[in-house]
């Protein structure tokens, strides 16, 4: 069974930064683009960034552009999310998604989550 | 306020039918396929509905999907009291390069 798994939340305060990791097992992590989705309760789910499966295509969502960056080590079976200069409504729980199509517009598995709070 | 546009809440009673409404733009759910999720509390989203009206192995055919120009549709028929939960829809913008979801929709089964 395909499985993500979120690490590397946690309460840091505003203009700090946080690594995030993402373990994938029971697919070929390799072939697949990968994707970062947040939520906060008043928010609901924003889309935060997409890599593709080699790193050659990398999107983010205007509200992290230039804060944020996405990485992946395939070797490792592992996709990262770098936070640097963290804001207040940065604070969400932070998915994984897989993208089985590499379109974007659908994510087939995601991870439990990892909580990030900025306060 | 999220890109794509859904009403925060429907209701109805067990056995009944149900639609949720997802409206967008013509670069978004125009341009591209949508796809549904499921969530609920406590737990990661889960994927119900991809490409506009496929079915992941395992989701009943009680859930369907459909898409006409700039909205698209979840339809949920024989509700259980078991399919309250959170709904999303999701797509691609091919301007605003991202992916772009709904702001949910709470389903209450009475």
């Known amino acids: 069974e395909v499985q993500l798994v979120e690490s590397g939340g946690g309460l840091v305060q505003p203009g700090g930064s946080l690594r995030l990791s993402c373990v994938a097992s029971?697919?070929?992590?390799?072939?697949?683009?990968m994707n970062w989705v947040r939520q906060t309760p008043g928010r609901g789910l924003e889309w935060v960034s997409y890599?593709?499966?080699?790193?050659?295509?990398?999107y983010y969502a205007d509200s992290v552009k230039g804060r944020f960056t996405i990485s992946r080590d395939n070797a490792k079976n592992s996709l990262y999310l770098q936070m640097n200069s963290l804001r207040d409504e940065d604070t969400a729980i932070y998915y994984c998604?897989?993208?089985?199509?590499?379109?974007?517009?659908?994510?087939?598995?995601w991870g439990r989550g990892t909580p990030v709070t900025v306060s | 306020q999220s890109v794509l546009t859904q009403p925060p809440s429907v209701s109805a009673a067990p056995g009944q039918t149900v639609t949720i409404s997802c409206s967008g733009r013509?670069?978004?759910?125009?341009?591209?396929?949508v796809s549904w999720y499921q969530q609920f509390p406590g737990t990661a989203p889960k994927l119900l509905i991809y490409?506009?009206?496929k079915r992941p192995s395992g989701i009943p055919d009680r859930f369907s999907g459909s898409k006409s120009g700039t909205s698209a549709t979840l339809g949920i028929t024989g509700l259980q009291t078991g399919d309250e939960a959170d709904y999303y829809c999701?797509?691609?913008?091919?301007?605003?390069?991202?992916?772009?979801f709904g702001g949910g929709t709470k389903l209450t089964v009475l």
């Open positions: 890599i593709s499966s080699r790193s050659s295509t990398i």
């Open positions: 998604a897989r993208d089985p199509t590499g379109t974007g517009w659908s994510f087939d598995y």
């Open positions: 999701e797509t691609w913008d091919s301007s605003l390069s991202g992916a772009v």
């Open positions: 029971d697919f070929t992590f390799s072939t697949y683009t």
């Open positions: 490409e506009n009206n």
């Open positions: 013509s670069s978004n759910i125009g341009k591209n396929l």
